[in-house]
C-alpha cells in the first residue's frame, strides 16, 4: 500500500505543479471542472445515490453548472469582482463554519442525514466554493505577473500538505488526546498543534524566499487558520463517509482513495485561504 501511495504521489505532484503554471487560466479551469466532477461522483454516495446512473448524472450536473459560470465570466483573468465568484467565496466561508460545527457535535448533528436534499446541498457548498477559490487564487494578479496567483495555489497545497505530514509525525509519536474520536479517532490533538507548527515553519520559509511579494504577518494569520479550517475539511469527509458508511470515496486513485480522499482539506482551504485574503483582509496587497 505504501509503495502505491509514494509512486501515485512522485506521479500526480510534477502533473498538479505543472497544470497550476503551464494551463492557461481557461484551461486550467477545464482541469478543475473535471476533477470538481469525479468529486461530485463520489459524493453522490454520502446522499445515498448508489447506482452508477445516479453518480454519472450527478457528475454531469456538476460539471454543466461550473462549465456555464466559466463561460458567463466576461473575463477568466479579473475574477475577484465577479458576483459569482464573490458570493461563492462567501458561501463557502459560512459552509465551513457551518461544517465545523457539525463536525463537533456530531453524532448529535446527524440528523442531516435523513435528507437526501440537505446531503446534496452541502456537496454544493463544498465544491463550487472550491472551484471558485481555485480559479480566483490562480487568476489572481494575473496581468502584473502570469505567475503570481499560481505560486499561491501552490503555497496552500504545500501548506495543506505540509500540515498533514506534520500532524501525522506528531501523532504518530506523542498522540494520546483524540481530537475528534466520535468523527476519526486516529486525529489527536498533538497531531493538529504539529500540524500548525508545521505550517507556521511553511509560511516563514515562503515569506522568505517567495519570488512574489508577502506580508507576513497577514500569511502567518490566515495559515493558521486554513490549516485549522482544512483539518476540519478531512474531519467533515469522515464525517460524512462514516454516515454513509463508506470506507473510501472511491478508488480512482491507487493506494490513496478517492479524488475527495485526496481533496478534502483542500476543498476547505481553497475558499477559506481565498475567501480570507479577498474578501476580509485584503492580504495580497492588490
Known amino acids: 500500500m505504501l509503495k502505491y501511495r509514494l509512486l501515485t504521489a512522485i506521479i500526480l505532484i ?43 448524472g450527478l457528475a454531469v450536473v456538476f460539471a454543466a453548472i461550473l462549465l456555464a459560470i466559466q463561460f458567463s465570466l466576461p473575463n477568466i483573468v479579473e475574477l475577484a469582482s465577479e458576483p459569482v465568484i ?21 453524532p448529535a448533528s446527524a ?25 480566483v487564487l490562480r487568476t489572481i494578479g494575473y496581468h502584473s505577473d502570469t505567475f503570481f496567483g499560481a505560486w499561491w495555489l501552490l503555497y496552500v497545497m504545500l501548506l495543506v500538505w505540509g500540515a498533514d505530514s506534520g500532524a501525522y509525525a506528531f501523532g ?10 466520535k468523527v476519526s479517532p486516529g486525529k489527536t490533538w498533538e497531531g493538529l498543534i504539529g500540524g500548525l507548527i508545521t505550517a507556521g515553519i511553511i509560511s516563514w520559509l515562503f515569506s522568505a524566499f ?29 464525517m460524512f463517509k462514516r454516515q454513509s458508511g ?16 485526496r481533496i478534502d482539506s483542500l476543498t476547505a482551504a481553497i475558499p477559506v485561504f481565498a475567501g480570507l485574503n479577498l474578501l476580509v483582509f485584503n492580504g495580497f496587497g492588490l
Request: hydrophobic fraction near 55%; aromatic fraction near 14%; charged fraction near 10%.
Open 246 to 261: 463508506i470506507k473510501d470515496s472511491s478508488h480512482l486513485i491507487p493506494g490513496h482513495g478517492g479524488i475527495l480522499d
Open 210 to 238: 517567495a519570488p512574489i511579494p508577502v506580508m507576513p504577518d497577514y500569511l502567518l494569520v490566515t495559515s493558521i487558520i486554513v490549516v485549522i479550517v482544512s483539518v476540519f475539511g478531512d474531519l467533515t469527509e469522515s
Open 14 to 56: 510534477p502533473i498538479v505543479i505543472a497544470a497550476l503554471f503551464l494551463l492557461s487560466p481557461v484551461n486550467f479551469g477545464y482541469v478543475v471542472i473535471a476533477v470538481c466532477a469525479l468529486g461530485a461522483w463520489e459524493w453522490a454516495q454520502f446522499a445515498g445515490w448508489y447506482s452508477q446512473a445516479k453518480r454519472i
Open 86 to 106: 464573490y458570493y461563492g467565496l462567501w458561501a463557502g466561508l459560512v459552509w465551513w463554519v457551518v461544517a465545523i460545527l457539525l463536525v463537533i457535535t456530531y
Open 172 to 181: 504518530r509519536t506523542m498522540g494520546r488526546n483524540k481530537l475528534a474520536p
Open 111 to 135: 440528523s442531516w442525514g435523513k435528507s437526501v436534499i440537505v446531503r446534496l446541498l452541502f456537496g454544493v457548498l463544498t465544491i463550487v466554493p472550491f472551484y471558485c477559490g481555485m480559479m
